[in-house]
């Protein structure tokens, strides 16, 4: 019975050995597959890396104080022309989370206090973690207030003492 092969044929023996070969196959497959693909382990959400291509044109009006202008930022690693580019950099970090848009617009059907930040605008466009940024702000209220405050140094700061 060692003879495999028999006048073209695959014998017992031979058959064994393909169904053997193929479950070292299979197994061999499943230990090299990463800990998420087996169920009931938890991974880590992936964290995304840096990219080259983080570059940001960031024009304030209406600021005040020598804020006005056009800036270019770039991160990773820091640069470009805007006045705390290491620092806009870090907050663009921290606010760069899964699943979330540091540049979100407020949304709609927010309750926001009637409360007014000032003439400022701001609007950012270019590339952040590899996804095309067109984001506006302004200091209307409340929550446009916030959403401006979340992005200072990228913004400049207009908080005002004691607010």
């Known amino acids: 019975m060692f003879q495999v092969i028999r006048n073209g044929r695959v014998g017992r023996v031979g058959r064994l050995l393909v169904a053997v070969a193929g479950s070292v196959a299979a197994a061999s497959a499943l230990t090299s ?20 291509g983080d570059r ?8 005040g104080g020598g804020a006005d202008g056009r800036f270019v ?14 620092g806009a950099c870090a907050a663009l970090d921290r606010g760069s989370r899964w699943g979330k848009d540091a540049f979100a617009p407020v949304p709609p059907g927010s309750v926001c206090t009637m409360q007014y930040g000032g003439p400022a605008t701001a609007h950012v466009t270019g590339t952040w973690a590899g996804r095309p940024v067109d984001a506006r ?18 913004l400049p700061d207009l908080r005002t003492e004691g607010a």
């Open 33 to 52: 597959a990463p800990a998420a693909a087996h169920p009931g382990t938890a991974a880590p959400l992936p964290v995304a890396p840096p990219h080259d």
């Open 56 to 63: 940001l044109v960031v024009t304030v009006r209406n600021a």
């Open 73 to 86: 930022l770039r991160c990773h690693p820091a640069g470009g022309d805007h006045p705390d580019a290491a």
């Open 137 to 154: 702000f302004d200091r209307g209220d409340g929550c446009r207030i916030a959403r401006w405050d979340r992005l200072v140094p990228v």
